[in-house]
T-cell receptor, first 114, second 113 residues
């Protein structure tokens, strides 16, 4: 498989559930990102990892917990979410976190919180 | 701080007509500019980017964009659109002070047959 893959593609969860989103990149990149995409709003950067080290946490609530066990895999652990957390969650990767590097995106996980 | 404005949330255009999607950014310092496209039910894909050099940048699928420093704009154009161009288009900017991409809210391109 090539590029950036995300699983699951769709997820419905209650506010008391715990679930995880998975991202895998097959591009040999060293940087990985989580974004939140809500309708009619700019993409919101949530977390950044560069060489497995977290370099950014853009004031994301603690109910979102990232994990990057190696440069190819990125997880987003979810617990006690709120309905306003419903959105498309996109994973991306790039060679490293340099300004000019192109980011490659996965297809996203459509999350619905009931 | 940088900001990006995409002036139109939706642009309807007839098939085979030309289209321009507008993007303005806030800062006049050295910037790097990107256009990404998101087809329905897919992630974002890079269309083109401006890093330096020629202000006219050509991308995939017949799209091009022109960097205009004095007007802080980076508008995307295509001379003749096809039904397959139906998608949402995002403009993004970064600079040397912060590698993070700052995104616009997107413009939906709607192709009318």
């Amino acid at each position: 498989e090539t590029g950036v893959t995300q699983t699951p593609r769709h997820l419905v969860m209650g506010m008391t559930n715990k679930k995880s989103l998975k991202c895998e990149q097959h591009l040999g990149h060293n940087a990985m990102y989580w974004y939140k995409q809500s309708a009619k709003k700019p993409l919101e950067l949530m977390f950044v990892y560069n060489f497995k080290e977290q370099t950014e946490n853009n004031s994301v609530p603690s109910r979102f917990s990232p994990e990057c066990p190696n440069s190819s895999h990125l997880f987003l652990h979810l617990h006690t979410l709120q309905p306003e957390d419903s959105a498309l969650y996109l994973c991306a990767s790039s060679q490293e976190t340099r300004t000019t590097n192109t980011q490659y995106f996965g297809p996203g996980t459509r999350l619905t919180v009931l | 701080a940088q900001s990006v404005t995409q002036l139109d949330s939706q642009v309807p255009v007839f098939e085979e007509a030309p289209v321009e999607l507008r993007c303005n950014y806030s800062s006049s310092v050295s910037v790097y500019l990107f256009w990404y496209v998101q087809y329905p039910n897919q992630g974002l894909q890079l269309l083109l980017k401006y890093l330096s050099g020629s202000t006219l940048v050509k991308g995939i699928n017949g799209f091009e964009a022109e960097f205009n420093k004095s007007q802080t704009s980076f508008h995307l154009r295509k001379p003749s659109v096809h039904i397959s161009d139906t998608a949402e288009y995002f403009c993004a900017v970064s600079d040397d002070s912060n590698y993070q991409l700052i995104w616009g809210a997107g413009t939906k391109l709607i192709i009318k047959p």
